[in-house]
Structures are given as C-alpha cells and as structure tokens.
C-alpha cells in the first residue's frame, strides 16, 4: 500500500495576510495543507479551522510561543494552554516548540510528560520539534531523552543542527541513526554551518548543503515507508527576515521565502512521490 504524501504550507511569514488571502495562495500553489500557530481566541481559531476544512486544505496545529517564558512555572503554564488550544481544533498532529536548553532534565521531562497526557486526552498526536534553545537543541542534548522515550516523537528541522553544530553533521551519523526511527514530521528547510537557512537552496554554493539535507529527508521517508506509515509530512519553512537574509541599511530581503516554499514543495513532489 502506498503512502500519501502530504506537503503543507507555512503560515509563518504571512501573518499580515488575511484569512482568505493566505488559503487562496496555498490553494493556488498547490500545497495540501497548512501548518499553523491557531488563535487562542476560539470563535478567531474556528473561524480558520472551518475555512481550511472549506477549501479542502488540511491543518497541522503548531506552537511556539513558549519560546516568550524563560521561567519555568510561566512555561509550563503556556505550554498546556498553547497545546489544549491546539489539539481542540483537531489538526493531523501538533508540533511544538518544548523546553529550554537551559532547563533541567528534570523539568524538560515534566514538560514532555505534560504534551503526553494532553495528547493522550485528546487523541491528538503530538511532535517535538527540533530546534535551537529547546530541549533537543542539539544532539548531545537530545540523546538522554531518547534513551528514556522510547515514543518520543520528533519533527525533524535539522537545518537547526547545522548552526547549532557549526557543520552538515558529517561528525554525527551515529547520532542522526538514533533520531531518525523517532521523526514523525519533516520541515524542509535547508540550513548551514552559519545559520539555520540558505539564502536560497537552488543556488550552485548551496549545492552540498542541499544534498546533505536531501539525504537525510531520504533516509527518514525511507524508514517511514518501510514501517509502513500511511502519512508523509513535510513543510517547507522557509522563513521571513531575519531567517531571509537582508541588506545593510535599506534592510532589502535578498530572496522571497513563499517563492522559496513553493519551490521547495515542487522539489519534494518530484522526488518523493510514488511512482
């Protein structure tokens, strides 16, 4: 049985957009969804969960808004806020931003173990994703709850690795190994030893940053399908200025990033659609 192959649009980016406005980009461009941060406000969350539904789009629930409470209690707080908002909407999953690099073992724990009873009361997947300042803000960081979560699920933005790293990982195969069975979910960004986004992943300098990425999206849907997974997701993130980088002065963004995800989406369709 094949798998289905599912590529969502971001919402980040395009905030400054109306409702309507953003799902008739996504309809046009061709994405099968939208992966979004969701109003706390229920009857404004509603209102974008029913014209996602109405346009035939799917959703994937995001938060990360977590990363505005250092403090401990204050996190803990937003995060079962942010994620029982979330999973109310009833989106494929949720992906979420947890924890802080800086927090114990101790309170990450608490923090995932929260995720998991909230998504056990739901019935609502949830993902972690990978990403810098979290709790698997790198890979050293990351294993210890590996070893101890034999569930835990992740979404893979590794582009976040090679800033965090300085490097394309090419150090850290043996650790990759051990992420990859735990990857649910795909953000399709591609990152450098400078930072987590190429200024534009078509472009010939870029060439073995984009391969090393592609050979580790490889290597996760290769797995997913061989576990039989029904469902392969992945979103193109490529993200607005500061992500987009700029010219001094008039602070002019050097490439479009919704041009950049499409293109992406295009690249992923190609390569990864069963034939």
């Known amino acids: 049985m094949k798998s289905e192959l599912l590529i969502f ?3 980040w980016g395009s905030a400054h957009l109306s409702r309507e406005i953003f799902i008739g980009k996504v309809l046009e461009a061709g994405f099968d969804g939208i992966e979004m941060s969701l109003p706390m406000d229920v009857a404004e969350r509603d209102a974008w969960t029913s014209a996602i539904d109405y346009a035939g789009l799917k959703l994937i629930a995001q938060q990360w808004e977590t990363v505005f409470h250092s403090d401990f209690a204050a996190h803990k707080q937003a995060l079962g806020d942010l994620l029982r908002n979330a999973c109310a ?3 494929l999953f949720v992906n979420t931003h947890t924890g802080k690099d800086f927090y114990s073992q101790a309170q990450n724990n608490e923090l995932l173990d929260l995720a998991n ?4 009361d739901t019935g609502v997947a949830i993902v972690h994703e990978i990403h ?11 294993l210890p709850y590996l070893e101890q979560r034999s569930q835990l699920a992740l979404n893979a933005d590794l ?3 090679c800033c965090a790293c300085e490097s394309l990982l090419e150090d850290q195969a043996h650790m990759l190994e051990k992420v990859f069975p735990h990857v649910r ?5 591609v990152g450098h030893s400078q930072g987590p986004q190429v200024n534009d992943f078509r472009a010939p300098e870029h060439a073995a940053a984009l391969k090393q990425h592609l050979s580790w999206w490889d290597a996760i849907i290769s ?8 469902q392969i997701t992945l979103t193109p993130e490529f993200g ?3 992500y987009t980088q700029s010219l001094p002065y008039t602070n002019q963004v050097v490439s479009d990033a919704w041009e950049l995800n499409v293109a992406m989406m295009k690249l992923l369709r190609e390569r990864y659609a069963e034939k």
Not at 117 to 120: F, H, Q, R
């Open 9 to 11: 649009a971001p919402h």
């Open 89 to 91: 909407a009833k989106p």
């Open 117 to 120: 009873e909230i998504s056990a």
């Open 132 to 142: 810098r300042s979290r709790f698997s803000g790198h890979p050293m960081l990351l």
């Open 159 to 161: 582009s976040h690795w």
């Open 185 to 189: 979910h795909i953000h399709a960004r």
């Open 223 to 230: 797995q997913q399908r061989a576990s039989g997974k029904q």
């Open 240 to 242: 607005p200025s500061p």
